[in-house]
């Protein structure tokens, strides 16, 4: 069993920005595929953005859902064992519980960010509102 924490969540005017960050204790996150998932009350869970694994033999090395390139960046911390998602210009819509996935070592990431992951967080509450 891997347990995922997000951070960072919080309530943010749009326009604004924000900083959401996954870590565990159980597994280097540097080898494995990680996305970024969220789901807004009464929507489909979506995709957000997926960065390869150090052993990922397939797939992209990052993707991003439409509705946020330009605005989100994912990347790593090797040091912290993080993958944080760099949140700009964020607008009521982006308003959802946040979670972040690893997928099985080989995998990469399918473009957008796609399900069969192992393991996911409980999230982190990201609500956009003036």
């Known amino acids: 069993q891997v347990h995922l924490v997000e951070s960072g969540g919080g309530l943010v005017q749009p326009g604004g920005s924000l900083r959401l960050s996954c870590t565990t204790s159980?597994?280097?996150?540097?080898?494995?595929?990680i996305s970024w998932f969220r789901q807004a009350p009464g929507k489909e869970r979506e995709g957000v953005s997926c960065?390869?694994?150090?052993?990922?033999?397939?797939?992209?090395?990052?993707s991003y859902a439409d509705f946020v390139k330009g605005r989100f960046t994912i990347s790593r911390d090797k040091t912290k064992n993080t993958v944080d998602l760099q949140m700009n210009s964020v607008d009521p819509g982006d308003t959802a519980l946040y979670y972040c996935?690893?997928?099985?070592?080989?995998?990469?990431?399918?473009?957008?960010?796609?399900?069969?992951?192992?393991?996911r967080g409980r999230g982190t509450q990201v609500t956009v509102s003036s």
């Open positions: 996935t690893t997928y099985p070592l080989n995998t990469g990431c399918s473009d957008p960010p796609s399900d069969g992951y192992d393991y």
């Open positions: 960065i390869k694994g150090k052993f990922s033999t397939s797939g992209v090395s990052v």
């Open positions: 159980d597994l280097s996150l540097d080898f494995y595929a």
